[in-house]
């Protein structure tokens, strides 16, 4: 074998164990294994190649992985924490769960700074989630504008912006180019919202959805077949939300026990819905469009966010996450086991 088959399988005639086979078995196991692991043989394949039945051969294999004949060696790229992912997944029942490790923090305290290659990542996890003819949807949020930044492919869809931008006057630098930059690359139409995510009042958030151009986007909200979200933590800094309200109002809502912000949707600590009034304030996709569409991953990482994307997993609108080790961490070890994100229950008719 050369160098590229031995990382995947090794045919070794050390050890005490693989030498007890004799050399004859030894070179048909070492060739069995290189047809089977390296070149994508099927066992009955084998088996007429080499004259035996195909129960010989799954002995033969499986022979060779107990006596230390063939070593199989799983690789990840050193940013992926499959253990965590898969353990992640596992434990709220979600579709897909990326984690990637935590940037080294700067100084010596505990602190992990905030993730800064999520969005990479989730554009690789788009750009397997999306096909043909799709519909994909994207929320205001830095984690899905640095997303949109890193998407290199796409197939033919088209992007609708799912929620207002956190200020108008940045929507070319915002929301507004993630949409287009999605549908620049792959090739579909887009549909962005030039209006600010929260409005003084009802009257005029419901004005500005009857807006033409804001209205065809709100007509494909149905239609959304993959969604992006990012999640805040109700603090300064890290809720656009939470940043946008007077000192009044966040008082207002903290003491109904928001502990999560996703979309302009509040939530407490059980994933329920709270200040269901911010939302008739909001040019935002509705909660329950969000819980029908098929697919919708949030991307939020770092351990300032745990709390919060726990709560939001606990609501039953997202399907998969894009988060790091630091978040992961908590998230694994956080209260009482969640119900299946893909049941898409709601907490509130629990």
């Given at each position: 074998?050369?160098?590229?088959?031995?990382?995947?399988?090794?045919?070794?005639?050390?050890?005490?164990?693989?030498?007890?086979?004799?050399?004859?078995?030894?070179?048909?196991?070492?060739?069995?294994?290189?047809?089977?692991?390296?070149?994508?043989?099927?066992?009955?394949?084998?088996?007429?190649e080499?004259?035996?039945?195909?129960?010989?051969?799954?002995?033969?294999?499986?022979?060779?992985?107990?006596?230390?004949?063939?070593?199989?060696?799983?690789?990840?790229?050193?940013?992926?924490?499959?253990?965590?992912?898969?353990?992640?997944?596992?434990?709220?029942?979600?579709?897909?769960?990326?984690?990637?490790?935590?940037?080294?923090?700067?100084?010596?305290?505990?602190?992990?700074?905030?993730?800064?290659?999520?969005?990479?990542?989730a554009?690789?996890?788009?750009?397997?989630?999306?096909?043909?003819?799709?519909?994909?949807?994207?929320?205001?949020?830095?984690?899905?504008?640095?997303?949109?930044?890193?998407?290199?492919?796409?197939?033919?869809?088209?992007?609708?912006?799912?929620?207002?931008?956190?200020?108008?006057?940045?929507?070319?630098?915002?929301?507004?180019?993630?949409?287009r930059?999605?549908?620049?690359?792959?090739?579909?139409?887009?549909?962005?919202?030039?209006?600010p995510?929260?409005?003084?009042?009802?009257?005029?958030?419901?004005?500005?959805?009857?807006?033409?151009?804001?209205?065809?986007?709100?007509?494909?909200?149905?239609?959304?077949?993959?969604?992006?979200?990012?999640?805040?933590s109700w603090?300064?800094?890290?809720?656009?939300?939470?940043?946008?309200?007077?000192?009044?109002?966040?008082?207002?809502?903290?003491?109904?026990?928001?502990?999560?912000?996703?979309?302009?949707?509040?939530?407490?600590?059980?994933?329920?819905?709270?200040?269901?009034?911010?939302?008739?304030?909001?040019?935002?996709?509705?909660?329950?469009?969000?819980?029908?569409?098929?697919?919708?991953?949030?991307?939020?990482?770092?351990?300032?966010?745990?709390?919060?994307?726990?709560?939001?997993?606990?609501?039953?609108?997202?399907?998969?996450l894009?988060?790091?080790?630091?978040?992961?961490?908590?998230l694994?070890?956080?209260?009482?086991?969640?119900?299946?994100?893909?049941?898409?229950?709601?907490?509130?008719?629990?």
């Amino acid at each position: 074998m050369n160098s590229s088959e031995e990382s995947a399988v090794s045919a070794m005639s050390a050890g005490r164990s693989a030498m007890r086979m004799g050399p004859a078995e030894l070179v048909q196991a070492a060739a069995m294994a290189r047809r089977f692991y390296l070149e994508g043989k099927s066992k009955i394949q084998i088996a007429e190649e080499f004259g035996v039945s195909r129960f010989k051969v799954a002995r033969v294999l499986e022979t060779a992985l107990e006596r230390d004949l063939v070593r199989i060696e799983i690789r990840v790229p050193a940013e992926l924490d499959a253990e965590r992912s898969d353990a992640l997944r596992a434990r709220y029942g979600l579709r897909h769960a990326v984690v990637v490790e935590s940037p080294t923090p700067a100084d010596d305290s505990d602190e992990s700074p905030d993730p800064e290659n999520l969005g990479e990542v989730a554009a690789g996890l788009l750009g397997e989630l999306v096909t043909e003819g799709d519909v994909l949807g994207l929320a205001w949020g830095r984690s899905t504008i640095h997303m949109a930044a890193a998407l290199d492919s796409l197939p033919p869809c088209t992007v609708v912006q799912l929620t207002g931008v956190y200020d108008a006057g940045t929507a070319e630098r915002g929301s507004v180019e993630a949409v287009r930059r999605a549908a620049q690359v792959s090739g579909g139409d887009a549909h962005p919202i030039y209006a600010p995510m929260l409005l003084p009042d009802a009257a005029t958030a419901a004005a500005l959805r009857h807006q033409t151009g804001i209205a065809r986007a709100f007509e494909y909200f149905d239609k959304v077949t993959v969604a992006a979200v990012s999640i805040g933590s109700w603090e300064p800094g890290i809720s656009t939300v939470h940043d946008m309200l007077t000192d009044e109002e966040r008082a207002h809502y903290a003491s109904l026990g928001v502990a999560a912000e996703m979309s302009a949707h509040l939530f407490d600590a059980e994933g329920r819905r709270v200040g269901r009034d911010l939302g008739e304030r909001c040019i935002t996709v509705e909660a329950d469009r969000l819980r029908r569409i098929p697919e919708v991953v949030a991307i939020a990482g770092g351990a300032r966010k745990a709390a919060a994307i726990d709560a939001v997993l606990r609501s039953g609108l997202v399907t998969s996450l894009v988060t790091d080790t630091a978040a992961a961490d908590h998230l694994l070890t956080a209260g009482t086991a969640p119900r299946p994100a893909l049941d898409r229950a709601d907490p509130d008719g629990a």
